[in-house]
Structure formats: structure tokens, C-alpha cells
DNA sequence: TCGATAACTGGTCAATCTGTCCAGCGAACC
DNA sequence: GGTTCGCTGGACAGATTGACCAGTTATCGA
């Protein structure tokens, strides 16, 4: 059960000094904050244990690999059938980045990136081959003016409770 | 200068064992993937280096920290003045995780995360509470399809080229 | 086809870090 | 008052790291 409550002040500045720096070890990490190095063992196991800490995975980034544009593509489902078969064929297209289920009728959001514009168009036919999509609209990305991010969040959620 | 050419098999297997199991080192992983321990190093140095891992940053989950709602939302900017000033805007909310100039005249989409529905409310108002922003059109996630993932794409890119 | 460069192997070395214990201490809670 | 919890500071053996090295393939251009 994720005990729901937050994290506290070190609980961040340890999330953020890994952030900054990640190959430090658990040792170092317990020098620049000046705690005892079980403290810090300690702390970043029940992060991991509640799921504040999903994990440390490599983050990729598809334009290094050639798949510098991005996409995102609002798909309309036929209402019978529901969204899973939708979402298993979505799954077996590596240019589907995720896909999440929104407001309003049966409707589909989906990131997806493509080596080039004319290569994104075989991505969308690729995806609207599906029988079940009846409709799709989408948008290109033309820059990313804000890069994922989640430590203000978790320095908020530190601050407030 | 990233050499835009892409990742072989043994890097693929080198990520997809990362991403499994991110605690193993260099060591261990070169003992799994039958190679020498500097073999992998070396790898990963380039991986790193060519940008194609752009870190191992500890993930955070939202949802963790009480941020369980999820949403979209596409933002209208006035014409002039430009996106700049927007994305300045924007970056100082910490519930807008990221944002992206998209096609279409002058429009932006954002994900946020906020605590319910009604804190929805009160992110999004801080977001429109800006003067350049004309009109906001919200789609609330419902479930999440597909998690964020990039492996397939490198596997992907590894077979072809 | 022949070199030359790059990549990989398998090995060493000292220094460091990890996992796992421990006892003691202060604070919060019942 | 007693108990539980979290933090401290320390210990230990074993494992890992970063840095080397010489020798062996691969790969690629001329």
C-alpha cells in the first residue's frame, strides 16, 4: 500500500542531488548532505518501496536515434469494442510513445515520433490501419518549450504537505 | 556533433539490460551480455556522449506525491509577443510538467498533473491568469494505455538502421 | 589485396563503495 | 513510563570502479 503522505525536506534534496548527479553513489550522496550514510540508504529505499522513486532506467532520448520529430495524435474509437484491443494495437508500434485515454467520447491521445515528416505519415497510417479508429487529428510539435519535469512538483509537494 | 547513426545490438542489449535492472553495474552487465567489462564501458560512454542516454535521473511518479490527476491542455497564445514569455510563464507552475509549441496558429499543449479535480480547477486558472494567453482547452487523462516507453523504438532503430 | 585505425579481449592494480551488521541516542506516541 | 521509530557513527568482508596495458580481431579506404 503507497502510504500516501509526502516527502520531506531531505527526502527532495536527496531526490534533487541525484537528479543533478546521478552516478553518485549512496556514499557521497550521504557526504554532500551530511547525514549518516544509512540515513540515506534508508530514505532512498522507502522512496523506491512508496513509488515516489519509479526508478533509475536509462532515459533515451529518440532524436539521438534518428526520430527527431514528435507528434501527438488524438485518435476517435468506434465506441463498441472499448479501448484495450485499441491500445494492444497501439503497443505493437515502437513509435508510440504512450498513449492515454481522455474526456470526452471514447477518444485516444497518443505521443509518437517519426524520422521526418514524410515518415510520420506512415506512422498515422500505421496506426489508424486499425479498424476500430475511426477518426484521428494530429498535431505536430514544433518545439519543446518545456522539457519533462517533476522536481518543482515534488519540491511543492515537499513545502506544502 | 552527434553522429546521427544509430545503435547496434549489442547497445540495444546493453540499454534493455540497464532498464531491467538499473542497480547492476558494469561489472555484472558485462558478465550478462558476454563481453568485456571495458567493452561495456565503452558503450555506454558513447551512448552517453552521442546523447542517446541523456541520464539516469531518478524517475519520479506524480501520483506518488498526491498529483493522481493527469491532463492536457492546449493554450491559445495572442499573436504577438511570441511563445517566449509563455514558457517563462509556464515554467514557473510546477504542475506543468512539460510544454510544446505545436502546429496550428499559435498554440502550445501542456501536461499537468494536479491533486483532484478541483485542484485541476485551480492549476488551470494560474496557467490562464496569464495575459497572453487567449483561450485554454482541457482534456482530463482517464487511464493511462500505454506507459512512456522507448524501447521498442531503439530496437527498432537497431534492426534497421 | 594490404595497411591502418578502431574495437574488443582479458588481465592487473590500488582505491573506493556496497551490503550488512551493531549499540546508542533522541523524539514521538500510547 | 515504556515502546517504537529514525538517525548516528562505526565496523567488516567482499565486490566494484577507474585506469591502465598488450595482444587480437574487424572494418574500411586506397
Redesign the pocket.
Same mark, same amino acid.
Not at 23 to 30: F, Q
Not at 34 to 43: D, E, L, N, W
Given at each position: 500500500m503507497p502510504v500516501t503522505v509526502g516527502v520531506?525536506e531531505?527526502d527532495v534534496r536527496l531526490i534533487e542531488l541525484l537528479a543533478a548527479e546521478p !552516478?553518485?553513489? %549512496?556514499?557521497?550522496?550521504?557526504r554532500r548532505l551530511?547525514?549518516? !550514510?544509512?540515513? %540515506?540508504?534508508?530514505?532512498l529505499d522507502?522512496l523506491v518501496a512508496r513509488g515516489v522513486i519509479k526508478g533509475f532506467g536509462p532515459e533515451l532520448d529518440p532524436a539521438a536515434i534518428g526520430y527527431g520529430v514528435t507528434a501527438f495524435i488524438t485518435l476517435e474509437i468506434r465506441q463498441s469494442g472499448g479501448h484495450d484491443p485499441v491500445a494492444a494495437h497501439l503497443s505493437t508500434i515502437p513509435e508510440v510513445l504512450e498513449a492515454y485515454t481522455i474526456t470526452g467520447g471514447g477518444d485516444l491521445l497518443c505521443r509518437i515520433v517519426a524520422r521526418s515528416n514524410a515518415d510520420l505519415q506512415r506512422v498515422i497510417d500505421e496506426i489508424v490501419s486499425y479498424e476500430g479508429i475511426v477518426r484521428a487529428s494530429t498535431l505536430i510539435a514544433l518545439a519543446e518549450q518545456l522539457p519533462y519535469r517533476t522536481l518543482p512538483l515534488v519540491g511543492k509537494a515537499a513545502r506544502h504537505g
Open positions: 520531506d531531505l !552516478r553518485i553513489g %549512496v556514499l557521497e550522496a550521504s551530511k547525514v549518516a !550514510r544509512g540515513t %540515506v540508504q534508508a530514505r522507502r
